[in-house]
């Protein structure tokens, strides 16, 4: 709530809006008290008076009335109308749409073409109808009002619910026993509320304009009781001769209706979820960079990163999440990544293709080459050409970067054309080529599948056939495999090994699972709270670990077969990045620290091929 109201007051016209809105509500919830005239003693000699006549503020109508008097009773009965209508209309709507979308089947059907025949009614025409029926009065407007706005909340909501209907919390739900009452209540609500709200606030200007509407008509308020369309109504035949009486009531709709679309847009804006957490912005096509200076390379891999430092500026803090990390690989090389989940390693590898989000992703430092040329801060168009075709990345979750619309044939071949100026049957067969070569069954029928009739590990195979598509030179795959098992796994690290010997890929491979870097991996870089902490060959690293963490993690793999031993566990938990400690950020959890573990900067020292940050390191002999 306090974040929603600080979004609100950021969006100054909104501010504005709410400011005027307030400012009209207090005058009319005031109006009873205030010393006004009578607002419906008619005084014929005073006919027309000007505004700022003495005792008439804003001066009288043809019947002599006080229209300052009338102004205000006049708008707090069409306030009170226009937001009753919306409150009913939202209240029948939101419950005829929930009750549609959560059953489904017939009942929906139903009750959809029900509305659905309320809404080929041209709009005005219907309200007008129902006030023929019932006979002209506010009341009677009102309920015109909020039956045609019925529809618009009942289709709203209905939409909404459908989508959540068959959520997985709504399934436990039903599962432990829940009647549909409370689940309607207490799973369903909860999740449109928000909508409704947003819904109601964009469109309680409407409704407060259609009564007016059907005042001016004469439908509505019945003389001589005032609201502001009926004044506008009756000053219509003096338009000409004395315009101060539709200026009047029309100036006083302008600034309501105005006031509210600008209040509701704003209360748009920061209920919805998408802008609330990127600040009201789109992220930017490649991350923000705000660097002093560039480093000098420091390896000469086909990759090279020297020192990169990645930040994510949230409000006033700071989350250090990439501490200057330098990696190199070659071609034909596989690079592993390993640390604990949150170390920064998704983050380190996003930033090389500048993919971390911005904001509030900022790369403050360090450099990332490609065959000698830094791709931090190139021009987004040059990077553009890059990526996906010379660098590609492989997601971990497979169906969140799949297009769940498109055949997944159809994707490949997109991701092939985005970079070469080829036919789409020729795009087609490549595409089918690829999925041959990461042995998916019959190519030829899969590529006309849609994501969502693969199973887990086919998708994943798409997924490397995409990164291959271009035939790059780098992969970046970040825990391609956390999410399959253990057969399906293999698998994929076979191919990917394959590939990188055949093709001379150069392979980064983020996980945090030692065994499979055991298999794939050439060298292993180990990651703990954003910085590099050990790095060497896989083999070394495995048989004499010398950094403390680096043994405690390769502890906590159990052995198949090694007989019962108990679990290692690393007791405590990471530092969060926007509060490292100074010193080793991993002393505190440390069983080796020194006093000394805790002051200053710990840097990395190299030897013999391994290099580890440690104060205290544990060099064993081979
Ligand atoms: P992992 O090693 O599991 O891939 P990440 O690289 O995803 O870890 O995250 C590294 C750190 O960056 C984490 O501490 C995480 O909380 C932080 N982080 C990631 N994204 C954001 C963000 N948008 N805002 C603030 N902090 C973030
Ligand atoms: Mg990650």
């Known amino acids: 709530m306090r974040l929603f109201l600080r979004l609100l007051a950021r969006n100054r016209l909104a501010l504005a809006g709410a400011v005027v809105l307030g400012f009209v509500v207090l005058l009319v919830l005031m109006t009873p008290v205030l010393p006004l005239a009578e607002p419906n003693i008619t005084n014929t000699a005073d006919r027309f ?11 009288t109508d043809h019947l002599g009335r006080d229209l300052l008097s009338r102004l205000l009773w006049g708008t707090r009965l069409s306030l009170a109308v226009g937001f009753s209508a919306a409150v009913i209309a939202a209240t029948i709507g939101a419950a005829i749409g929930i009750v549609a979308g959560y059953f489904g089947g017939r009942t929906d059907n139903l009750i959809m073409r029900g509305v659905d025949m309320l809404m080929a009614f041209p709009y005005i025409l219907l309200a007008l109808a129902i006030v023929a029926a019932l006979g002209p009065g506010l009341m009677n407007a009102l309920i015109a009002v909020a ?34 009452g409370r689940i309607i209540l207490s799973e369903i609500l909860p999740n449109v509320l928000p909508v409704i709200v947003i819904a109601m606030s964009t469109t309680v200007g409407w409704m407060i304009l259609e009564t007016a509407g059907l005042s001016f008509l004469g439908l509505g308020s019945q003389p001589p009781q005032a609201d502001l369309g009926s004044m506008l109504g009756e000053a219509r035949a003096a338009l000409i001769t004395s315009p101060h009486t539709s200026v009047v009531p029309g100036v006083m709709i302008l600034i309501i209706v105005m006031s509210i679309n600008l209040l509701g847009d704003g209360v748009r804006d920061a209920l919805d979820p998408r802008l609330r957490s990127g600040a009201l912005t789109r992220p930017m096509a490649a991350t923000l960079v705000d660097r002093d200076s560039v480093p000098e390379p420091s390896g000469d891999g086909i990759l090279t990163l020297d020192g990169i430092e990645t ?31 949150g170390s920064g390693k998704s983050v380190t590898a996003l930033s090389i293709m500048g993919l971390v989000a911005s904001p509030p992703g900022v790369i403050t430092g360090g450099a990332a080459r490609y065959r000698g040329r830094d ?14 075709d010379r660098i590609a990345y492989i997601f971990q979750d497979p169906l969140a970067t799949l297009h769940p619309l498109y055949r997944v044939g ?92 055949d093709r001379g890929l150069a392979i980064v491979f983020i996980t945090h699972d030692f065994g499979v870097v055991a298999q794939l991996c050439d060298r292993v870089a180990v990651m703990y709270a954003g910085r590099i902490v050990e790095e ?87």
């Open 410 to 501: 159809d994707q490949l071949a997109e991701a092939i054309r985005c970079h070469h100026a080829i036919g789409r049957a020729e795009a087609h067969d490549r595409a089918i080529e690829l999925l041959k070569s990461v042995r998916i069954p019959n190519p030829e029928s899969r590529a006309r599948s849609y994501p969502h009739e693969m199973s887990g590990g086919m998708r994943q195979r798409v997924g490397i056939a995409m990164a291959l598509a271009n035939d790059p030179d780098v992969i970046i795959a970040d825990e391609p495999t956390t999410a399959l098992d253990v057969t399906v796994q293999a698998q994929i690290l076979s191919l990917l090994n394959d590939l990188r010997r």
């Open 375 to 388: 791709l931090i801060g190139m021009p987004y168009r040059e990077l553009r050409r890059l990526r996906g």
């Open 147 to 180: 039956a045609v706005n019925v529809p618009f909340f009942a289709r709203n909501i209905r939409g909404i619910t459908v989508g959540i209907a068959h959520k997985e919390f709504v399934d436990a739900a039903k599962l432990s026993g829940m009647g549909h």
């Open 49 to 59: 008076q000007r505004p700022f006549t003495p005792g008439h503020l804003l001066g």
């Open 536 to 622: 060497g060959p896989t083999a070394e690293i495995l048989a004499r670990p010398a950094h403390p963490y680096t043994s405690r993690l390769i502890d906590c793999v159990p052995e198949l077969g090694g007989g019962r031993r108990e679990l290692a566990a690393i007791p405590g938990l990471p530092p969060s990045v926007d509060d490292l400690p100074a010193g080793c950020a991993f002393a505190p959890r440390c069983d080796k620290k020194q006093s000394s573990c805790a002051v200053g900067e710990v840097a990395l020292k190299p030897r013999d091929g391994r290099a580890v940050r440690c104060l205290y390191p544990d060099w064993r002999p081979a």
């Open 311 to 341: 930040q994510f500026h949230v409000g006033d803090r700071i989350y250090r999440a990439v501490g200057g990390v330098s990696l190199s690989v070659g071609p034909g090389e596989c690079l592993g990544l390993i640390g604990e989940s």
